[in-house]
Nanobody, 123 residues
Framework: QVQLVESGGGLVQTGGSLRLSCAAS????????MGWFRQTPGKTREFVAA????????SYADSMKGRFTISRDNAKNTVYLQMNSLTPEDTAVYYC????????????????WGQGTQVTVSS
């Protein structure tokens, strides 16, 4: 199994930026597709971004394109989510996810999850 630990969440003002990190341990990091999701109370988990094993392919939810950037450092076993131009609608718990096979937007297909990190954007 792979263990995932997110960090970097916090409180930021509208228009600000945050960079989330997700450190992986336990298995070969390059074997895993990585994704970021977010969730607010009472709503289903929402896809944010995904990145292939090599980092050469990325995908984003439409509302995040141009504002968020997913990247990975395979030497550090870490995936990042750079978030810019944040708005209160981005307030959520952000989760890192991993899977050995699946690359895509369906949260149910990812086999491993972190505990989440809270991002709060004030108006």
């Amino acid at each position: 199994q792979v263990q995932l630990v997110e960090s970097g969440g916090g409180l930021v003002q509208t228009g600000g930026s945050l960079r989330l990190s997700c450190a992986a341990s336990g298995r070969t990091f390059t074997n895993y597709v990585m994704g970021w999701f977010r969730q607010t109370p009472g709503k289903t988990r929402e896809f944010v971004a995904a990145i292939s094993r090599s980092g050469g392919t990325t995908s984003y939810a439409d509302s995040m394109k141009g504002r968020f950037t997913i990247s990975r450092d395979n030497a550090k076993n870490t995936v990042y989510l750079q978030m810019n131009s944040l708005t209160p609608e981005d307030t959520a718990v952000y989760y890192c996810a991993a899977d050995r096979i699946y690359y895509g937007r369906r949260s149910s297909e990812y086999g491993y999850w972190g505990q989440g990190t809270q991002v709060t954007v004030s108006s």
